[in-house]
T-cell receptor
Framework: ETGVTQSPTHLIKTRGQQVTLRCSSQ?????VSWYQQALGQGPQFIFQ???????GRGNFPPRFSGLQFPNYSSELNVNALELDDSALYLC????????????FGPGTRLTVL | QKEVEQDPGPLSVPEGAIVSLNCTYSNSAFQYFMWYRQYSRKGPELLMYTYSSGNKEDGRFTAQVDKSSKYISLFIRDSQPSDSATYLC???????????FGEGTQLTVNP
């Protein structure tokens, strides 16, 4: 069974640029959630996708957007990057919408200069 | 006020000690309670999850939930240097919904 994978591992962008982060769910999982974890803080919920539809969103501006594909992989897009967007971005997958256990990937570390 | 409060530590204990980690919360709608372990620069790993109040034990780990006090705990017995990590509590209102995390407690177990 393959776990949750994310790419890239880390990247550096400059303010105002756009970035796309990718996540492959654990085999059989159809729900993906994205979280932002600033240094020294707990993860903050960005949004969740279930069967290609957004199913809940946290307190993040519209420049944070996402997609889920038919194979349940997912993308997180961030436009007009700001310095405060520097963080570890985590993807978590679960078996179904009512799954208790969310399994996290290793994260993508984004640095905005 | 944050929905979930967790003492960030750092907490340093000798090998073999019993470790107690705690979180308090304000949202009485939380029903599912988790503990995650996160090693430096890695993703969180689920350790324990509990539904509603009660205790749950798994090897050296015991999770306790007291909904009347809005207080959850994780106990680690016979702590090992490999337990050195950040421990995050997390909660959900309904199954499969968003996780709300505490700030995390940084634990170091010294040989």
């Amino acid at each position: 069974e393959t776990g949750v994978t994310q790419s890239p591992t880390h990247l550096i962008k400059t303010r105002g640029q756009q970035v796309t982060l990718r996540c492959s769910s654990q085999s059989g999982h159809n729900t993906v959630s994205w979280y932002q974890q600033a240094l020294g803080q707990g993860p903050q919920f960005i949004f969740q996708y279930y069967r290609e539809e957004e199913n809940g969103r946290g307190n993040f501006p519209p420049r944070f957007s996402g997609l889920q594909f038919p194979n349940y992989s997912s993308e997180l897009n961030v436009n007009a990057l700001e310095l405060d967007d520097s963080a570890l971005y985590l993807c978590a997958s679960s078996l179904r919408l009512s799954g208790n256990e969310q399994f996290f990937g290793p994260g993508t570390r984004l640095t905005v200069l | 006020q944050k929905e979930v409060e967790q003492d960030p530590g750092p907490l340093s204990v000798p090998e073999g000690a019993i470790v107690s980690l705690n979180c308090t919360y304000s949202n009485s709608a939380f029903q599912y309670f988790m503990w995650y372990r996160q090693y430096s620069r890695k993703g969180p790993e689920l350790l324990m999850y509990t539904y509603s109040s009660g205790n749950k034990e798994d090897g050296r780990f015991t999770a306790q939930v007291d909904k009347s006090s809005k207080y959850i705990s994780l106990f680690i017995r016979d702590s090992q240097p490999s337990d050195s990590a950040t421990y995050l509590c997390a909660m959900m209102v309904t199954s499969g919904s968003r996780l709300t995390f505490g700030e995390g407690t940084q634990l170091t177990v010294n040989p």
